[in-house]
């Protein structure tokens, strides 16, 4: 399953070391992405330019830990127009790490089912 | 053997948290965990963890924040910091090195890295506990020594402050701790009026040297207390120290033995630098070491001769150990003979020196220097009152009646000095205590006057100067050495009573005899160094009588009972 979206190394490296957990921390990305995608949306809708930065930050760390290679570039963009505090761009990257996530979202209930 | 480890992981990010704390528990350690910075730094209070793993952006406190207060929580102890960030950020990275932190973990992590470098920053955790402990254990040990010394340093300075250092004639500039240094200073005032200073200096530093210094100090009080004289107390400081110093140890020394009334100075300098005589017109005599250092030659070999000075009132001594010409300064400079030598050169009051050569270290030094002792004696006529050598005893005195008699001959006058064992006699006596000084000072003109100019025939009118006066005592060593016939009668008759009592004191001896009149008429001509001394035994006591020949006189010391 390897592809942009997914780096099968990092997801291998994951399983050996989550084991049994390997379901959870699945179950725990999914969830908590949400959460991040949508304080992505709201600071870019208040104009926090570093609430933003720092939101895009952290988002990017936990893509970069569970493989989502292209999310994370995504993420790491955004993170360098915030600091930048050109917000013009961002309306349309969070559109792009949106539509991202979906795949993402799609790729990993799958790896879920197969580990049920 | 990678060792389990308490860690708290601070971490936001649940999914990030969630894998760390997987990766880091798989490798056998304790993991804590916290989803800021304020909850990191009160788990540490609590839990006290050994590493910490930590995210720099972090909701209510930041991780920079949180590391800069878990460092101080700390304290001496080494908490490794382990950032856990991207290493694209070179601001954010002096940021977390700002902050504390001793090394970074980027994302995505990887387990291998991780355990290395727990591992590391788990022996350095190591290697600073040890460093911490020894350093404890050896201030520890430090302040156990300092402790020691201090009470090594009451007991001593007991012994060696028992004699005249405090006496306003002396000025001396010493580190307290010159004691374990190796450097020894010591001043005694004999009975008969002469001052003993000895400068010495040790081999070696620390407790070894000061253990040397305290036989030292007291065979030199104990002698100079009984009236022994400096070439006695001189053998037995040498016989002393070789017994019981190693080979190694041995103690450089100046003994001066300095006679204002005589108007003498004898000096034996064995290894130490050139000490000074500096007469009051500024004219400067050097007194070299001739001799190896106390503790060196066996007693048999010890080379015992002095160097013999004429002194004048208001003449200077100064002594110095091998710290003041041998001190470097900061740029590794030595101070050298040369620079003490231009202090000397340039100095036009010598009242004045001891200050200039202060002044002249501490310029060159730029701190005080605490490795050197300087010590300076100026020639006073008066003589400095002893306390009592031993407590008078509590019991009364009952009547005495005795008198005994002396003939040393020649064997005998060329190696012993009998006036000790007499004064340990009349120190019998209770109520002569009180003029022992005086006494010892007559004992000792008569004594002399009969073996120099009695059986040796010595004149002295050769003292006239300084040359004639280290003649005269060369002229003396060798007669004494030479001498077959001749001696010295002495008597003393000790009669008591309940009211009172008198000491008489007879010396003949074997010479030609002198016309006691007229060498009383010349110790007020203007010739200090050629009287015999009669006028001041004269002075002392308390009836002079002589005979007709001049062979033969008596002098007496008598007192009333206390009421």
């Known amino acids: ?116 | 053997m990678p060792m389990r480890l308490s860690i708290l992981i601070a971490e936001d990010s649940p999914v990030d948290r969630m894998l760390l704390s997987t990766i880091v528990a798989k490798q056998g350690h304790r993991v804590l965990t916290a989803a800021d910075g304020q909850e990191a730094v009160e788990l540490f209070q609590e839990e006290r963890p050994q590493l910490v793993l930590m995210d720099a952006l972090m909701p209510v406190m930041d991780g920079f924040e949180a590391a800069r207060r878990i460092k101080q929580l700390a304290g001496d102890e080494l908490v490794p910091i382990i950032f856990l960030t991207s290493l694209t950020e070179h601001q954010a990275l002096v940021s977390c090195l700002e902050a504390g932190g001793d090394d970074f973990i980027a994302k995505p992590y990887n387990p291998i890295i991780l355990e290395a470098k727990i591992q590391a920053m788990h022996r350095l955790r190591r290697l600073q506990a040890t460093v911490l402990e020894q350093r404890d254990l050896i201030a520890r040990r430090n302040q156990q020594l300092l402790d020691e010394h201090r009470a090594a340093k009451a007991i001593f300075d007991k012994v060696a402050h028992a004699g005249c250092l405090s006496a306003p004639t002396i000025r001396f500039r010493q580190s307290p701790q010159a004691l374990f240094n190796g450097d020894l200073l010591l001043a005694a005032q004999a009975p008969a009026g002469q001052m003993f200073v000895l400068l010495g200096d040790f081999t070696g530093h620390g407790l070894p040297a000061a253990i040397g210094a305290m036989p030292l100090a007291e065979t030199f009080y104990g002698m100079a207390a009984k009236g022994y004289s400096s070439t006695d107390i001189l053998r037995e400081m040498n016989a002393k120290l070789k017994q019981i110093l190693p080979v190694e140890m041995f103690c450089c020394a100046t003994l001066l033995d300095i006679d204002p009334k005589q108007g003498s100075l004898r000096v034996w300098n064995g290894g130490l630098p050139d000490g000074y005589l500096i007469g009051a017109a500024g004219r400067r005599t050097a007194l070299a070491s001739r001799h190896l250092p106390l503790g060196v030659v066996s007693p048999a070999a010890l080379d015992d001769k002095f160097e013999h000075y004429p002194l004048a009132p208001g003449d200077r001594l100064l002594l110095l150990s091998d710290g003041v010409v041998e001190s470097r300064n900061a740029n590794d400079e030595l101070f050298g003979e040369q620079r003490l030598l231009a202090v000397l050169d340039a100095n036009d009051d010598p009242a004045r020196l001891f200050d200039e050569i202060e002044q002249a270290l501490l310029d060159f030094h730029g701190q005080q220097h605490d490795d050197l002792s300087l010590v300076e004696v100026v020639v006073s006529p008066e003589v400095i009152t002893m306390p009592s050598i031993a407590p008078a005893t509590a019991h009364r005195s009952r009547p005495m009646d005795w008198s005994i008699r002396l003939e040393l001959r020649a064997d005998s006058l060329r190696s012993g000095n009998p006036l000790p064992s007499l004064l340990q006699i009349l120190l019998q006596v209770n109520q002569l205590r009180s003029r022992v000084g005086e006494i010892y000072t007559v004992l000792g003109e008569l004594y002399s006057n009969a073996l120099e100019h009695g059986v040796l025939g010595l004149d002295s009118s050769l003292k006239c100067d300084a040359d004639g006066f280290k003649h005269y005592y060369d002229l003396r060593q060798q007669r004494l050495q030479a001498l077959v016939d001749g001696h010295v009668h002495l008597q003393l008759n000790i009669k008591t009573s309940p009211h009172g009592g008198r000491l008489r004191i007879g010396i003949s001896d074997s010479g030609s005899g002198f016309d006691v009149s007229r060498a009383l008429q010349a110790q007020f001509g203007s010739d200090r160094f050629s009287g015999r001394g009669l006028h001041l035994v004269r002075q002392l006591s308390d009836r002079f009588d002589w005979q007709s020949d001049g062979r033969g006189l008596s002098v007496e010391f008598a007192w009333q009972a206390e009421a």
């Open chain 1, 1 to 116: 399953m390897s592809n942009t979206h997914l780096d099968s190394a990092v997801l291998t490296t994951l399983q050996d070391v989550m084991e049994s957990e390997y379901p959870a921390l699945l179950d725990t990305f999914l969830a908590d992405s949400e959460e991040r995608v949508r304080l992505l949306r709201q600071a870019c809708l208040a104009d926090q330019s570093e609430t933003l930065r720092r939101a895009a930050h952290s988002f990017k760390g936990s893509c970069s830990n569970m493989g989502a290679t292209l999310l994370a570039d995504l993420c790491q963009e955004l993170e360098s127009a915030a600091r930048e505090e050109n917000l013009a761009q961002a309306p349309a990257l969070i559109e792009s790490i949106e539509r991202e996530f979906a795949i993402v979202g799609i790729l990993f209930r799958a790896e879920r089912q197969r580990h049920g």
